[in-house]
């Protein structure tokens, strides 16, 4: 039994409901959801339908079960900052749907600067779950590569966070250091001190080596991170030892 949700969404919107799965596809290969006609006069919906709980929550072989994931990339891609506040809700809300954690960092990346201020204020608070604190560090990272001038900016962010090591559970800290490094920081006393003070979960770095960097063993440690070099030298084997056990 499908979704009764036809009925509340109007057209255009309302064919996000019938466009069903498409895979795991990067940012550039989303649909062009303008060429449904949907537009900046149709966000409130789409915040609605993106947030919808009955669609989140249907069946996973139902086509609607789908619509909110085609909803919040039509958000990105009109770059609606009225979406900001309602998805970070869903990091929480829907802390398990691996679909909200791998996508929204893109979304946000694409609304661009303007949903800096609601990110570092969402990082601060320690009450959100580790996985709601990763994605929204993630999705600073990915502002910072997609919009250069706000790069230092997003730096700042992540050194103001790195900076509060006792705060932090170390597998957040660990994704803290991804993406400082990510961003290309290059040398950091702070990413010395994580490692040799032992604030960041080597499991992270394990788990995800492939996923985001090769490390290679030399003098130095190099870090290679979308095609260039970043030298990190660690002061202590401490800190070899964490990244290469």
Not at 172 to 177: A, C, R, S
Request: contains cysteine; hydrophobic residues 40%.
């Amino acid at each position: 039994m499908g979704v009764d949700s036809k009925t509340s969404y109007q057209q255009p919107v309302d064919k996000l409901l019938t466009c069903g799965m498409n895979g795991w596809i990067t940012p550039d290969k989303w649909p062009d959801y303008r060429k449904l006609g949907i537009g900046p006069e149709h966000i409130p919906d789409l915040i609605r339908m993106a947030t919808d709980e009955e669609l989140n929550e249907a069946n996973e072989q139902n086509t609607e079960v789908w619509a909110p994931m085609h909803a919040w990339r039509a958000l990105g891609q009109l770059r609606a900052v009225e979406a900001i506040e309602p998805l970070l809700g869903l990091f929480d809300r829907l802390e398990n749907d691996d679909w909200v954690h791998d996508e929204l960092p893109d979304v946000f990346a694409k609304i661009g600067p303007a949903a800096l201020p609601a990110l570092t204020e969402y990082v601060a608070d320690l009450s959100h779950a580790v996985s709601s604190q990763i994605s929204a560090i993630t999705s600073i990272e990915k502002i910072g590569k997609r919009w250069p001038d706000v790069k230092s900016e997003c730096l700042a962010l992540l050194q103001e966070r790195l900076e509060r090591f006792e705060e932090n559970v170390s597998e957040v800290h660990g994704f803290l250091v991804l993406a400082y490094v990510k961003l290309e920081a290059g040398d950091s006393p702070l990413i010395e001190r994580a490692f040799d003070e032992g604030y960041v979960d080597p499991m992270v770095i394990e788990e995800c080596r492939n996923a985001y960097f090769f490390l290679v063993p030399s003098t130095d440690t190099e870090i290679i991170v979308d095609g260039n070099t970043t030298s990190i030298s660690f002061s202590s084997p401490t800190a070899d030892e964490l990244l290469f056990r």
